[in-house]
Structures are given as structure tokens and as C-alpha cells.
């Protein structure tokens, strides 16, 4: 039996975006707080968009690298 791209979407919630991994790994425990959300945009944006670059510059304790090299990298392998 063949799923379509929204049941296994709605099965595997963890592979919609980095946000949604930090979220499914964490057990809820990692909230996805605007700040992060508009990076997780932005990461997903620059990895569809060939011949792209992206810097993040927000203050340090924010979850950047939590999101950005933790999770992010995590998601792209799952893809």
C-alpha cells in the first residue's frame, strides 16, 4: 500500500523542517519560539534555493546552534 506525500507527512511530522525535528527529538521539550521559527524559514528557503547563502546573526544563547547545527543538518540527512 502506497502513501501519498500528506499521509506520510502527517506520520513523520519530523520531516516538515528542522523546527519540527528539534520538536519531535526533544518530546516537546524545545519550543518553537518566533525567533527560531523565522531561522527555520529562512534554512529551509536557503536549502531549496540553489546557489544560496544565508548568515545567521542573532545573540549567543538564542538556539541558532541548536537549530543550525544540530538540527538542521540532521534534517537534510533524513530528506
Do not use: Y
Not at 40 to 64: C, D, M, Y
Request: charged share 20%; with cysteine; hydrophobic share 45%.
Amino acid at each position: 500500500m502506497t502513501m501519498t506525500k500528506e499521509e506520510a507527512l502527517e506520520r513523520l511530522p519530523h520531516r516538515l523542517s528542522p523546527a519540527h525535528l528539534a520538536i519531535a527529538d526533544s518530546q516537546g521539550r524545545w519550543q518553537p519560539v518566533p525567533h527560531l521559527m523565522a531561522i527555520n524559514t529562512a534554512l529551509v528557503e536557503a536549502w531549496r534555493t540553489p546557489n544560496s547563502r544565508l548568515a545567521i546573526t542573532v545573540p549567543f544563547q538564542h538556539g541558532k546552534s541548536k537549530i543550525g547545527s544540530e538540527c538542521f543538518p540532521a534534517w537534510v540527512l533524513l530528506l
